[in-house]
Protein backbone atom coordinates (compact mmCIF):
# COMPACT_ATOMS: atom_id res chain seq x y z
CA UNK A 1 0.00 0.00 0.00
CA UNK A 2 1.05 3.81 -1.03
CA UNK A 3 2.71 5.25 2.22
CA UNK A 4 0.39 8.62 1.88
CA UNK A 5 -2.77 6.91 2.17
CA UNK A 6 -1.71 4.62 5.53
CA UNK A 7 -0.16 7.78 6.52
CA UNK A 8 -4.13 10.13 6.49
CA UNK A 9 -5.45 6.90 8.18
CA UNK A 10 -3.29 7.59 11.02
CA UNK A 11 -3.76 10.70 11.04
CA UNK A 12 -7.52 10.19 10.80
CA UNK A 13 -7.31 7.33 13.76
CA UNK A 14 -5.59 10.30 15.62
CA UNK A 15 -8.53 12.83 15.25
CA UNK A 16 -11.20 10.03 16.17
CA UNK A 17 -9.34 9.34 19.42
CA UNK A 18 -8.87 12.64 20.53
CA UNK A 19 -12.79 13.02 20.08
CA UNK A 20 -15.00 10.82 22.16
CA UNK A 21 -17.61 13.43 22.18
CA UNK A 22 -19.22 16.24 19.99
CA UNK A 23 -17.19 18.62 22.30
CA UNK A 24 -13.67 17.36 21.37
CA UNK A 25 -14.20 16.71 17.99
CA UNK A 26 -14.64 20.55 17.71
CA UNK A 27 -11.84 21.02 20.33
CA UNK A 28 -9.81 19.13 18.25
CA UNK A 29 -10.87 20.82 15.08
CA UNK A 30 -10.21 24.03 16.25
CA UNK A 31 -7.19 22.83 17.56
CA UNK A 32 -6.13 21.83 14.46
CA UNK A 33 -7.50 24.95 12.96
CA UNK A 34 -5.88 27.66 14.93
CA UNK A 35 -2.47 26.21 13.98
CA UNK A 36 -3.55 26.87 10.35
CA UNK A 37 -3.77 30.14 11.07
CA UNK A 38 -7.44 30.49 11.82
CA UNK A 39 -9.01 32.44 14.32
CA UNK A 40 -12.51 32.59 16.26
CA UNK A 41 -14.98 34.57 16.30
CA UNK A 42 -17.57 35.54 19.02
CA UNK A 43 -20.87 35.20 17.25
CA UNK A 44 -22.26 37.88 19.93
CA UNK A 45 -19.91 40.80 18.40
CA UNK A 46 -20.41 43.22 15.73
CA UNK A 47 -18.80 41.41 12.56
CA UNK A 48 -16.67 43.36 9.44
CA UNK A 49 -15.75 40.61 6.95
CA UNK A 50 -12.24 40.79 5.84
CA UNK A 51 -10.36 38.66 3.95
CA UNK A 52 -9.03 35.78 6.79
CA UNK A 53 -9.24 32.69 7.96
CA UNK A 54 -12.73 32.16 10.95
CA UNK A 55 -14.36 29.37 12.41
CA UNK A 56 -17.30 29.70 15.45
CA UNK A 57 -18.29 26.34 18.11
CA UNK A 58 -21.73 26.30 18.57
CA UNK A 59 -22.31 23.69 21.21
CA UNK A 60 -21.26 20.36 19.53
CA UNK A 61 -20.89 22.25 15.76
CA UNK A 62 -18.37 24.05 14.53
CA UNK A 63 -18.43 26.60 11.03
CA UNK A 64 -14.96 27.51 9.82
CA UNK A 65 -14.93 29.28 6.71
CA UNK A 66 -11.97 31.58 4.65
CA UNK A 67 -12.86 34.78 2.70
CA UNK A 68 -10.59 34.59 -0.27
CA UNK A 69 -8.84 38.55 -0.93
CA UNK A 70 -10.94 40.26 -3.63
CA UNK A 71 -14.21 39.06 -2.72
CA UNK A 72 -17.19 40.66 -3.79
CA UNK A 73 -20.42 41.07 -2.08
CA UNK A 74 -21.87 38.15 -4.22
CA UNK A 75 -19.02 35.66 -4.00
CA UNK A 76 -19.98 32.22 -3.82
CA UNK A 77 -19.64 29.57 -1.20
CA UNK A 78 -18.00 25.80 -1.51
CA UNK A 79 -19.37 24.54 1.70
CA UNK A 80 -18.00 20.64 2.45
CA UNK A 81 -20.69 19.17 5.65
CA UNK A 82 -20.47 16.76 7.91
CA UNK A 83 -21.48 15.94 11.33
CA UNK A 84 -20.22 15.48 15.20
CA UNK A 85 -22.30 13.42 16.72
CA UNK A 86 -22.41 9.26 16.99
CA UNK A 87 -24.94 7.00 18.55
CA UNK A 88 -24.03 6.00 22.05
CA UNK A 89 -25.12 5.84 25.42
CA UNK A 90 -25.62 9.25 27.51
CA UNK A 91 -26.52 9.53 30.98
CA UNK A 92 -30.20 10.57 32.49
CA UNK A 93 -30.11 13.68 34.39
CA UNK A 94 -30.31 11.47 37.51
CA UNK A 95 -28.17 8.27 36.80
CA UNK A 96 -28.16 7.05 39.62
CA UNK A 97 -29.69 3.81 39.81
CA UNK A 98 -29.22 0.26 41.05
CA UNK A 99 -30.27 -3.05 42.13
CA UNK A 100 -29.50 -6.63 43.85
CA UNK A 101 -26.05 -4.98 45.30
CA UNK A 102 -24.89 -3.33 42.24
CA UNK A 103 -24.51 0.26 41.69
CA UNK A 104 -25.37 1.36 38.18
CA UNK A 105 -25.80 4.68 35.76
CA UNK A 106 -29.16 5.07 33.77
CA UNK A 107 -29.34 5.57 30.39
CA UNK A 108 -31.17 7.22 27.11
CA UNK A 109 -29.95 5.47 24.20
CA UNK A 110 -28.72 8.32 21.39
CA UNK A 111 -29.57 7.89 17.76
CA UNK A 112 -29.87 4.61 15.99
CA UNK A 113 -27.38 2.46 18.02
CA UNK A 114 -26.64 -1.18 17.21
CA UNK A 115 -26.92 -2.12 21.30
CA UNK A 116 -25.19 -5.49 21.28
CA UNK A 117 -22.26 -4.05 20.46
CA UNK A 118 -22.52 -1.65 23.47
CA UNK A 119 -22.28 -5.14 25.45
CA UNK A 120 -19.02 -6.29 27.33
CA UNK A 121 -17.18 -3.22 26.48
CA UNK A 122 -14.59 -1.08 28.78
CA UNK A 123 -16.29 2.35 28.61
CA UNK A 124 -14.93 5.68 29.54
CA UNK A 125 -16.94 8.60 30.19
CA UNK A 126 -16.55 11.94 28.18
CA UNK A 127 -19.08 15.10 27.67
CA UNK A 128 -19.40 18.58 29.33
CA UNK A 129 -20.26 19.74 32.74
CA UNK A 130 -21.85 23.32 33.56
CA UNK A 131 -20.76 25.02 36.62
CA UNK A 132 -21.26 27.89 38.58
CA UNK A 133 -19.86 31.09 37.12
CA UNK A 134 -19.62 34.65 38.26
CA UNK A 135 -22.64 36.25 36.39
CA UNK A 136 -23.40 32.81 33.60
CA UNK A 137 -23.25 29.32 33.84
CA UNK A 138 -19.42 28.23 32.90
CA UNK A 139 -18.84 25.03 30.61
CA UNK A 140 -16.35 22.80 31.00
CA UNK A 141 -15.09 19.37 28.49
CA UNK A 142 -14.31 16.44 30.45
CA UNK A 143 -13.15 13.13 29.59
CA UNK A 144 -12.50 9.62 31.32
CA UNK A 145 -10.39 7.27 29.83
CA UNK A 146 -10.62 4.92 32.52
CA UNK A 147 -12.86 1.68 32.44
CA UNK A 148 -15.15 2.89 34.57
CA UNK A 149 -18.59 1.07 32.91
CA UNK A 150 -19.44 -2.07 31.62
CA UNK A 151 -23.01 -3.24 30.54
CA UNK A 152 -22.54 -7.33 30.81
CA UNK A 153 -24.28 -9.86 28.67
CA UNK A 154 -26.32 -12.12 30.21
CA UNK A 155 -24.44 -15.61 30.24
CA UNK A 156 -26.06 -18.22 27.77
CA UNK A 157 -26.44 -20.82 30.54
CA UNK A 158 -29.24 -18.27 31.51
CA UNK A 159 -30.64 -17.49 27.73
CA UNK A 160 -30.69 -20.72 26.16
CA UNK A 161 -33.41 -18.93 23.60
CA UNK A 162 -30.82 -16.69 22.52
CA UNK A 163 -30.33 -19.93 19.46
CA UNK A 164 -33.47 -19.56 18.55
CA UNK A 165 -34.60 -16.51 19.05
CA UNK A 166 -31.64 -14.38 18.70
CA UNK A 167 -30.43 -11.25 21.26
CA UNK A 168 -33.61 -9.19 22.25
CA UNK A 169 -32.32 -5.84 24.09
CA UNK A 170 -34.53 -3.09 25.85
CA UNK A 171 -33.02 -0.14 26.22
CA UNK A 172 -34.60 0.90 29.70
CA UNK A 173 -34.03 -2.77 31.27
CA UNK A 174 -30.87 -4.14 29.67
CA UNK A 175 -28.43 -1.53 28.99
CA UNK A 176 -27.77 0.03 32.32
CA UNK A 177 -24.17 -0.22 32.67
CA UNK A 178 -22.45 -1.25 36.21
CA UNK A 179 -20.92 1.21 37.77
CA UNK A 180 -19.54 -0.39 40.90
CA UNK A 181 -21.06 -2.13 43.82
CA UNK A 182 -23.26 -1.36 46.68
CA UNK A 183 -26.40 0.64 47.42
CA UNK A 184 -26.89 3.37 45.07
CA UNK A 185 -28.58 6.58 45.98
CA UNK A 186 -28.98 10.14 44.01
CA UNK A 187 -26.42 12.17 44.29
CA UNK A 188 -23.22 9.26 44.18
CA UNK A 189 -22.66 10.26 40.27
CA UNK A 190 -22.79 13.52 40.60
CA UNK A 191 -19.84 13.93 43.39
CA UNK A 192 -17.82 11.23 41.84
CA UNK A 193 -17.97 13.49 38.47
CA UNK A 194 -16.95 16.59 40.83
CA UNK A 195 -14.59 14.65 42.50
CA UNK A 196 -13.12 13.44 39.08
CA UNK A 197 -12.47 17.24 37.52
CA UNK A 198 -11.43 18.90 40.65
CA UNK A 199 -14.60 20.88 41.62
CA UNK A 200 -16.93 21.03 44.46
CA UNK A 201 -20.32 19.54 43.73
CA UNK A 202 -22.34 22.09 45.37
CA UNK A 203 -20.77 24.17 41.95
CA UNK A 204 -21.72 21.09 39.64
CA UNK A 205 -25.08 22.40 37.74
CA UNK A 206 -25.62 20.15 34.68
CA UNK A 207 -24.04 18.12 32.63
CA UNK A 208 -23.71 16.25 28.67
CA UNK A 209 -22.14 13.23 29.51
CA UNK A 210 -21.79 10.14 27.28
CA UNK A 211 -20.47 6.82 26.97
CA UNK A 212 -17.31 5.82 24.66
CA UNK A 213 -15.65 2.82 23.58
CA UNK A 214 -11.82 2.86 25.44
CA UNK A 215 -9.80 0.53 22.64
CA UNK A 216 -7.75 2.98 20.38
CA UNK A 217 -8.56 3.60 16.83
CA UNK A 218 -5.65 1.20 14.65
CA UNK A 219 -5.16 -0.51 10.90
CA UNK A 220 -5.70 -3.63 10.86
CA UNK A 221 -5.91 -6.61 8.30
CA UNK A 222 -2.76 -8.46 6.74
CA UNK A 223 -1.41 -5.31 5.17
CA UNK A 224 -3.01 -2.71 7.14
CA UNK A 225 -5.82 -1.84 4.86
CA UNK A 226 -8.68 -1.61 6.79
CA UNK A 227 -9.51 0.96 10.35
CA UNK A 228 -10.74 0.09 12.86
CA UNK A 229 -12.19 2.87 15.04
CA UNK A 230 -15.08 3.76 16.62
CA UNK A 231 -16.82 7.20 15.44
CA UNK A 232 -16.36 6.45 11.72
CA UNK A 233 -20.04 7.61 11.38
CA UNK A 234 -18.87 10.48 10.97
CA UNK A 235 -15.49 11.76 12.31
CA UNK A 236 -14.06 9.99 9.35
CA UNK A 237 -15.64 12.93 7.31
CA UNK A 238 -15.41 15.29 9.49
CA UNK A 239 -11.15 14.72 9.16
CA UNK A 240 -11.76 14.25 5.52
CA UNK A 241 -13.56 17.79 5.21
CA UNK A 242 -11.35 19.70 7.16
CA UNK A 243 -8.26 18.14 5.68
CA UNK A 244 -9.92 19.33 2.26
CA UNK A 245 -10.34 22.57 3.12
CA UNK A 246 -6.63 22.80 4.60
CA UNK A 247 -5.14 21.03 1.60
CA UNK A 248 -6.99 23.26 -1.12
CA UNK A 249 -5.86 26.73 0.68
CA UNK A 250 -2.23 25.59 0.03
CA UNK A 251 -2.43 24.62 -3.53
CA UNK A 252 -0.67 26.51 -6.20
CA UNK A 253 -3.64 29.37 -6.49
CA UNK A 254 -5.75 31.05 -3.95
CA UNK A 255 -9.42 29.86 -3.72
CA UNK A 256 -11.75 31.51 -5.94
CA UNK A 257 -14.48 31.12 -3.46
CA UNK A 258 -15.24 31.41 0.35
CA UNK A 259 -14.73 27.72 1.35
CA UNK A 260 -16.45 26.58 4.53
CA UNK A 261 -16.46 23.72 6.60
CA UNK A 262 -19.65 22.93 8.74
CA UNK A 263 -19.73 20.47 11.51
CA UNK A 264 -22.84 19.75 12.67
CA UNK A 265 -24.32 17.88 16.21
CA UNK A 266 -27.30 16.22 16.47
CA UNK A 267 -27.47 14.73 12.67
CA UNK A 268 -28.16 11.28 14.73
CA UNK A 269 -31.23 12.56 15.24
CA UNK A 270 -32.53 14.32 13.15
CA UNK A 271 -30.44 17.62 13.10
CA UNK A 272 -33.52 19.89 14.76
CA UNK A 273 -31.45 21.77 17.09
CA UNK A 274 -30.04 25.50 17.09
CA UNK A 275 -26.57 23.66 16.35
CA UNK A 276 -28.35 20.90 14.06
CA UNK A 277 -28.29 20.79 10.25
CA UNK A 278 -32.21 22.07 9.85
CA UNK A 279 -31.50 24.94 12.38
CA UNK A 280 -30.32 28.70 11.59
CA UNK A 281 -26.73 28.18 12.19
CA UNK A 282 -25.17 28.22 9.01
CA UNK A 283 -27.74 29.90 7.07
CA UNK A 284 -27.19 33.07 9.85
CA UNK A 285 -23.39 32.97 9.10
CA UNK A 286 -23.31 33.12 5.49
CA UNK A 287 -25.98 35.88 5.71
CA UNK A 288 -23.24 37.59 8.38
CA UNK A 289 -20.74 37.00 5.95
CA UNK A 290 -22.65 38.59 2.92
CA UNK A 291 -23.60 42.19 5.29
CA UNK A 292 -20.21 42.04 6.75
CA UNK A 293 -18.89 42.51 3.35
CA UNK A 294 -20.99 45.32 2.56
CA UNK A 295 -23.68 43.36 0.42
CA UNK A 296 -27.63 43.34 1.27
CA UNK A 297 -30.43 40.71 0.77
CA UNK A 298 -30.11 40.70 -2.57
CA UNK A 299 -26.39 40.04 -2.49
CA UNK A 300 -26.81 37.30 -0.17
CA UNK A 301 -29.16 35.50 -2.33
CA UNK A 302 -27.18 36.34 -5.29
CA UNK A 303 -24.34 34.08 -3.36
CA UNK A 304 -26.65 31.33 -2.34
CA UNK A 305 -27.43 30.24 -5.73
CA UNK A 306 -24.33 30.57 -7.06
CA UNK A 307 -22.65 28.26 -4.23
CA UNK A 308 -22.54 24.23 -4.25
CA UNK A 309 -22.11 22.38 -1.06
CA UNK A 310 -20.90 18.44 -0.32
CA UNK A 311 -22.62 16.46 2.21
CA UNK A 312 -20.39 13.76 3.52
CA UNK A 313 -21.27 11.23 5.58
CA UNK A 314 -20.22 7.47 5.55
CA UNK A 315 -21.72 4.71 3.22
CA UNK A 316 -22.45 1.12 3.10
CA UNK A 317 -19.61 -1.36 1.82
CA UNK A 318 -20.98 -4.62 0.65
CA UNK A 319 -21.30 -6.99 3.31
CA UNK A 320 -19.67 -10.19 2.65
CA UNK A 321 -22.14 -12.07 4.95
CA UNK A 322 -25.22 -10.20 3.47
CA UNK A 323 -24.57 -9.47 -0.04
CA UNK A 324 -28.12 -9.88 -0.46
CA UNK A 325 -29.03 -6.75 1.47
CA UNK A 326 -27.19 -4.78 -1.07
CA UNK A 327 -28.34 -3.76 -5.14
CA UNK A 328 -27.22 -6.24 -7.20
CA UNK A 329 -25.49 -3.23 -9.51
CA UNK A 330 -24.06 -0.80 -6.90
CA UNK A 331 -22.03 -3.22 -5.25
CA UNK A 332 -19.28 -0.49 -2.86
CA UNK A 333 -15.92 -1.96 -2.23
CA UNK A 334 -13.20 -0.80 0.71
CA UNK A 335 -10.10 1.24 -0.43
CA UNK A 336 -12.13 1.79 -3.95
CA UNK A 337 -12.72 5.40 -3.98
CA UNK A 338 -15.06 8.09 -2.26
CA UNK A 339 -18.76 7.03 -3.11
CA UNK A 340 -21.48 9.32 -4.94
CA UNK A 341 -25.12 8.37 -3.24
CA UNK A 342 -28.24 8.97 -5.06
CA UNK A 343 -32.14 8.09 -4.13
CA UNK A 344 -34.90 9.12 -5.99
CA UNK A 345 -37.04 9.73 -3.09
CA UNK A 346 -34.47 12.71 -1.91
CA UNK A 347 -33.22 11.18 1.17
CA UNK A 348 -29.79 12.07 -0.74
CA UNK A 349 -29.47 15.02 -2.04
CA UNK A 350 -27.63 14.37 -5.43
CA UNK A 351 -28.75 15.65 -8.90
CA UNK A 352 -27.33 14.47 -12.07
CA UNK A 353 -25.36 18.03 -11.92
CA UNK A 354 -23.55 17.82 -8.68
CA UNK A 355 -22.66 13.75 -9.55
CA UNK A 356 -20.86 15.77 -12.53
CA UNK A 357 -19.32 18.64 -10.47
CA UNK A 358 -17.86 15.64 -7.94
CA UNK A 359 -16.49 13.14 -10.74
CA UNK A 360 -14.72 15.95 -12.27
CA UNK A 361 -13.44 16.67 -8.82
CA UNK A 362 -12.16 13.23 -8.44
CA UNK A 363 -10.73 13.34 -12.21
CA UNK A 364 -8.88 16.57 -10.79
CA UNK A 365 -7.43 14.64 -7.48
CA UNK A 366 -6.66 11.46 -9.75
CA UNK A 367 -9.07 9.48 -7.15
CA UNK A 368 -11.33 6.54 -8.01
CA UNK A 369 -14.69 7.09 -7.08
CA UNK A 370 -18.13 4.61 -6.62
CA UNK A 371 -22.02 4.91 -6.78
CA UNK A 372 -24.07 3.30 -4.45
CA UNK A 373 -28.23 3.70 -4.85
CA UNK A 374 -30.44 1.34 -2.02
CA UNK A 375 -32.50 -1.84 -3.17
CA UNK A 376 -35.62 -0.75 -4.40
CA UNK A 377 -37.26 -2.93 -1.76
CA UNK A 378 -35.48 -1.38 1.57
CA UNK A 379 -35.60 2.33 3.15
CA UNK A 380 -32.56 4.38 2.82
CA UNK A 381 -30.84 7.06 5.61
CA UNK A 382 -30.45 10.37 5.15
CA UNK A 383 -27.75 12.73 5.57
CA UNK A 384 -27.52 16.48 5.97
CA UNK A 385 -27.58 17.06 2.53
CA UNK A 386 -31.76 17.53 1.90
CA UNK A 387 -31.80 19.52 4.78
CA UNK A 388 -29.05 21.73 3.25
CA UNK A 389 -30.44 21.23 -0.51
CA UNK A 390 -33.76 22.86 1.33
CA UNK A 391 -32.77 25.38 3.30
CA UNK A 392 -30.32 27.05 1.36
CA UNK A 393 -31.46 26.26 -1.97
CA UNK A 394 -27.62 25.30 -3.60
CA UNK A 395 -27.13 22.42 -5.23
CA UNK A 396 -25.77 19.60 -2.84
CA UNK A 397 -24.39 16.02 -3.35
CA UNK A 398 -24.12 13.33 -0.98
CA UNK A 399 -21.43 11.60 -0.80
CA UNK A 400 -19.41 8.84 1.83
CA UNK A 401 -16.79 6.39 2.61
CA UNK A 402 -17.42 2.80 2.31
CA UNK A 403 -17.56 1.09 5.83
CA UNK A 404 -19.25 -2.09 7.25
CA UNK A 405 -20.71 -1.99 11.11
CA UNK A 406 -22.52 1.21 10.37
CA UNK A 407 -23.79 2.60 14.03
CA UNK A 408 -21.64 0.12 16.11
CA UNK A 409 -19.34 1.15 19.09
CA UNK A 410 -16.68 -0.40 17.05
CA UNK A 411 -16.88 0.30 13.31
CA UNK A 412 -14.88 -0.73 10.36
CA UNK A 413 -13.37 1.06 6.91
CA UNK A 414 -11.18 1.14 4.31
CA UNK A 415 -7.19 2.50 5.06
CA UNK A 416 -7.03 3.72 1.46
CA UNK A 417 -10.24 5.93 1.65
CA UNK A 418 -9.71 8.76 3.96
CA UNK A 419 -6.63 9.98 2.04
CA UNK A 420 -9.06 9.70 -1.50
CA UNK A 421 -11.73 11.76 -0.02
CA UNK A 422 -10.10 14.26 1.07
CA UNK A 423 -7.94 14.54 -1.97
CA UNK A 424 -11.38 15.05 -3.92
CA UNK A 425 -12.79 17.40 -1.44
CA UNK A 426 -9.80 19.39 -2.24
CA UNK A 427 -10.03 19.45 -5.93
CA UNK A 428 -13.81 20.70 -5.46
CA UNK A 429 -13.15 23.45 -3.56
CA UNK A 430 -10.64 24.71 -6.01
Known sequence: M??????????????????????????EAARRLEAAGFTARDETAAWSETAGRYYVVRGGSLIAWVEPEGADVATPFRLLGAHTDSPNLRLKPKPDRGRAGWRQLGVEI???????????RDLGLSGRVWLKGDDAPV???????RPILRVPQLAIHLHREIRTDGLKLNAQKHMSPVFGLGSSKEGDFRAWLADEIGVEGKDMLTWEAMTHDLTPSTLS????????????????????????????LDGPEPPR???????????????????????????????RIVLGRGGDREAFHRALVASQCVSADMAHAVHPN????????????????????????????????????FELACQEADVPYQKWVMRSDLACGSTIGPITAMNL?????DVGCPQLAMHSAREFGGSHDPGYMRAALAAFCA
Not at 2 to 27: V, W, Y
Request: glycine share 10%; aromatic share 6%; proline share 6%.
Open 322 to 357: YPDKHDDGHHVQMNAGPVIKTNQNQRYASEGLTEAR
Open 110 to 120: YGGALLNSWLD
Open 257 to 287: HTLMVTLFDHEEVGSGSRSGAEGPLVRTLLE
Open 139 to 145: GHTFRVD
Open 393 to 397: GMPVV
Open 2 to 27: RAPQLDAARDLAAFIDASPSPHHACA
Open 221 to 248: GPNEEFLSAPRLDNLHSCWTTLGGMLDA
